[in-house]
């Protein structure tokens, strides 16, 4: 049974400016991506939700503040970012560590990300279910897609 939800941040739940530098809690225009908020909203109702984020710029607070400039904290139970588990994301350690932190088994995981090398092979490394935010047709064997956070809630 699936009891916890580990989302990446950038351009998976909040838009990736390019153009806009410096951490995103400070940033002139935050936003979600397209089904985000109902996403989150859905889920958070049968499953904590965890930020697992790549993120080494921004600790734990400033992006819990970016968050709630988005308007979408109120779904989100933890962060973890490199500031708060001292690893790097791409590495299968940042999933065993979070896995350990919350005591709970991978299967009772499911990390969703749009980035196939940092989020879902790390992830998948260690037995966590994984689904790959991504317009890619032709993922590798074995991975779940979805094409947009929209399409999230009707795979339950």
């Known amino acids: 049974m699936i ?5 990446d941040w950038g351009d998976t ?8 530098v410096g951490k995103m809690c400070n940033w002139g225009h935050v936003e979600t991506v397209p089904g985000a908020y109902e996403a989150l909203a859905a889920l958070s109702k049968e499953a904590q939700l965890y930020i ?9 607070q400033e992006i819990k503040a970016a968050f709630q400039r988005a308007d979408i904290s109120q779904f989100i139970t933890g962060y973890f970012c490199k500031e708060s588990l001292g690893i790097t994301k791409d ?30 092979k790390p992830a998948l490394a260690v037995g966590i279910t994984s689904i790959w935010l ?10 779940n897609v979805i094409r947009s956070l929209h399409e999230l809630c009707a795979r339950k």
């Open 3 to 7: 009891t916890t939800y580990l989302f």
């Open 13 to 20: 739940l909040m838009v990736d400016f390019p153009n806009s």
């Open 52 to 60: 697992a984020t790549g993120a080494s710029d921004s600790s734990e």
């Open 91 to 120: 590495s299968p350690d940042f999933f065993k560590t979070i896995i350990t932190q919350l005591g709970i088994s991978p299967s009772q995981v499911v990390m969703v990300g749009d980035s196939y090398e940092k989020d879902i």
């Open 134 to 143: 991504s317009a890619d047709t032709s993922p590798p064997s074995g991975v």
